[in-house]
Antibody, heavy 118, light 109 residues
């Protein structure tokens, strides 16, 4: 059974960089044809796709966040990562890592709440 | 940019009733690219319908999707207590590559 698990700091200060890692079990990122992505959800609000990456490191990002986003994949650890720079309170959200089955997201992590606050 | 609008914002119904949720796109969307999710409080969204009308694995047949072009519908034929949740539509393929609608909250009346 495929499982995804987000990990990272529980709190980020304004202007700093938010860093999250997603660990994948039950499938090998390196041998998979899927993309792997990040979606976020501010408390009480809707879903926003952040970006996606495949095992080769090919990425595509939401244009609204592209200037601040970097995604990377580490196949040896079966993980992929998100970095979001220059965060503000508007970036406070539950961050989900997902498997992108094109054209849908079929597996989701449980999500991790990342507040941005000084 | 394709913008998805969902209506109504909140739908209040009783168990056993039929629910009809709408998702409208600002520009035409390929039917292959329209997806529906269900989200319950404190949980990650769950894939319900893909390709506008195909049920995901394990989804009960009381859930059905339809539509094409700019108008899509999620129908729940007879509401069960566990169906009360927020429902999101999503399109895939046009810049930005992936967008979600704002959601419809299905409330118990």
């Amino acid at each position: 059974q495929l499982q995804l698990q987000e990990s990272g700091p529980g709190l980020v200060k304004p202007s700093e960089t938010l860093s999250l890692t997603c660990s994948v079990t039950g499938d090998s990122i390196g041998s998979s044809t899927y993309y792997w992505g990040w979606i976020r959800q501010p408390p009480g609000k809707g879903l926003e796709w952040i970006g996606s990456i495949n095992y080769r490191g090919s990425t595509y990002y939401n244009p609204s966040l592209k200037s601040r986003v970097i995604m990377a994949v580490e196949t040896a650890k079966n993980q992929f990562a998100l970095k979001l720079s220059s965060v503000t309170a508007a970036d406070s959200a539950v961050y989900y890592c997902v498997r992108e089955g094109a054209p849908f997201f079929d597996y989701w992590g449980q999500g991790t709440l990342v507040p941005v606050s000084s | 940019e394709i913008v998805l609008t969902q209506s109504p914002g909140t739908l209040s119904l009783s168990p056993g009733e039929r629910a009809t949720l709408s998702c409208r796109a600002s520009h035409g969307v390929s039917s292959n690219s329209l997806v529906w999710y269900q989200q319950k409080p404190g949980q990650a969204p769950r894939l319900l319908i893909y390709g506008a009308s195909s049920r995901a694995t394990g989804v009960p047949d009381r859930f059905s999707g339809s539509g094409s072009g700019t108008d899509f519908t999620l129908t729940i034929s007879r509401l069960e207590p566990e169906d009360f949740a927020v429902y999101y539509c999503q399109q895939y393929g046009s810049s930005p590559r992936i967008t979600f609608g704002p959601g419809t909250k299905l409330d118990i009346k």
